[in-house]
């Protein structure tokens, strides 16, 4: 097993016109947290951004036929946008081109470059399907390798390394439908039962999957050693 960094580089500055749209309204994008694609090919995504809630929120409400709908919620100093959208052709092109492989993203994706306008990925899979998600995503976007390496195993079953707090969310959330198809309560559902943020949450649900489906990738009961990409030019 291998994980590779990489950053993607827009053609235009912007994966989204609505993407940009917000910066001219002083958004600044930090994170993706996570991202949905549903079966009627729309998109929900979970962005952390920093910015005017209330230039955010009147923009999304003027945002034209591509928002479907979305929701605000404040975490210490940034903002939480889930998203639920139509998506510009160049993320679906991307979206298409990642399902092929068998490669699991490492959340949450990193914003970076000049004016945040990049994305920094990390990917964890076996090699020969890491290039070729690599070789086919060059096809459509700019991108340049920052890190490869191995794929560290641990010595400890996964669940064993979870938090205590992260096997009660993890507990919570399978008990509540989270993973039903289709799911039946959202992240504000369940940190209404936790007495928390629904950002809160999803960062607990992102790295306790992260953590569970890299040992079943792997296939031998190990972990994956926390990739930390380097070099940001923020």
């Not at 090699?127 to 191995?150: A, C, F, K, N, P």
């Not at 993890?170 to 940190?191: K, M, S």
């Amino acid at each position: 097993m291998r994980y590779v960094t990489y950053v993607l580089k827009p053609q235009h500055g912007h994966f989204d016109r609505g993407e940009e749209r917000l910066r001219e309204h002083g958004v600044t994008f930090e994170t993706i947290q996570d991202i949905d694609r549903l079966t009627d090919e729309t998109v929900i995504m979970r962005k952390e951004l920093r910015g005017d809630q209330r230039d955010v929120r009147r923009y999304l409400e003027e945002g034209g036929s591509s928002v479907i709908d979305f929701q605000l919620t404040r975490v210490d100093t940034s903002t939480i946008l889930q998203l639920h959208y139509e998506p510009s052709d160049l993320t679906r092109q991307l979206l298409d081109i990642h399902r092929r492989y068998a490669v699991l993203l490492d959340y949450p994706l990193e914003y970076t470059g000049p004016e945040n306008r990049w994305l920094r990925v990390s990917e964890v899979g076996p090699e020969e399907e890491l290039r070729g998600l690599i070789e086919e995503t060059r096809s459509t976007i700019d991108v340049q390798i920052e890190r490869l390496g191995s794929y560290e195993p641990a010595d400890r079953r996964a669940f064993a390394d979870l938090t205590d707090r992260q096997r009660e969310v993890l507990r919570l959330a399978v008990e509540a439908g989270y993973y039903e198809e289709p799911r039946q309560v959202t992240y504000e559902d369940i940190a209404a039962q936790l007495d928390c943020s629904p950002g809160t949450v999803g960062q607990h649900l992102r790295r306790i999957e992260a953590r569970l489906m890299s040992t079943i990738v792997a296939g031998s009961g190990s972990r994956r050693e926390t990739v930390r990409a380097t070099g940001s030019s923020r």
